[in-house]
T-cell receptor, first 114, second 110 residues
Framework: DTGVSQDPRHKITKRGQNVTFRCDPI?????LYWYRQTLGQGPEFLTY????????KSRLLSDRFSAERPKGSFSTLEIQRTEQGDSAMYLC????????????FGPGTRLTVT | AQSVTQPDIHITVSEGASLELRCNYS??????LFWYVQSPGQGLQLLLK??????LVQGIKGFEAEFKRSQSSFNLRKPSVHWSDAAEYFC????????FGKGTRLHILP
């Protein structure tokens, strides 16, 4: 399967712990996006990369959140000092840069902070 | 502010009946518009997209959507639903970034 993959699919952590999620985009896609989806809501944009450059970050992305894409391939999203309000589904998507191209989504990582 | 509104949180239809899911957008100019479907435990799958041209757009799984500029709408339709269509449907608009509606959960009665 050459779709977008995310790991882990589920993560349960205690408040105050750090967590890291990984996203592997479709190999020829140079744009990578992170979204957060809470219950009853649509996905909300967090940040996106073009190759290894992080081009935009949402105001939703507090200083406890950091995302990287060091070699322009996979990306990681780290949340430090997790809070219960961080409980959500974290979705990754990828697309081709240039013009308007549809985004292909991964299955998501469901985070539960207890 | 840019927004996408899906007025119906839940919709229930009988299997074999027709379906219309509503979507309204608020943008300064016509955005690019999408419909995605999300099944439980799955990521979002693109059903169809509208960039320009013909205002009736055909998608996968027998879905279509019609762009109506005068009503700022992009409603999703299917002539006959199947039980496997039960899922959550998201309308989205793309200008400088993609904005999703809150979704409509579709329930199918046997």
């Amino acid at each position: 399967d050459t779709g977008v993959s995310q790991d882990p699919r589920h993560k349960i952590t205690k408040r105050g712990q750090n967590v890291t999620f990984r996203c592997d985009p479709i190999s020829e896609h140079n744009r990578l996006y992170w979204y957060r989806q809470t219950l009853g809501q649509g996905p909300e944009f967090l940040t996106y990369f073009q190759n290894e450059a992080q081009l935009e970050k949402s105001r939703l992305l507090s200083d406890r959140f950091s995302a990287e894409r060091p070699k322009g391939s996979f990306s990681t999203l780290e949340i430090q000092r997790t809070e219960q309000g961080d409980s959500a589904m974290y979705l990754c998507a990828s697309s081709i840069a240039g013009g308007i191209h549809e985004q292909y989504f991964g299955p998501g990582t469901r985070l539960t902070v207890t | 502010a840019q927004s996408v509104t899906q007025p119906d949180i839940h919709i229930t239809v009988s299997e074999g009946a027709s379906l219309e899911l509503r979507c309204n957008y608020s943008y300064g100019a016509t955005p690019y518009l999408f419909w995605y479907v999300q099944s439980p435990g799955q990521g979002l799958q693109l059903l169809l997209k509208y960039f320009s041209g013909d205002t009736l757009v055909q998608g996968i799984k027998g879905f279509e959507a019609e762009f109506k500029r005068s009503q700022s709408s992009f409603n999703l339709r299917k002539p006959s639903v199947h039980w496997s269509d039960a899922a959550e449907y998201f309308c989205a608009g793309l200008d400088d970034k993609i904005i999703f509606g809150k979704g409509t959960r579709l329930h199918i009665l046997p």
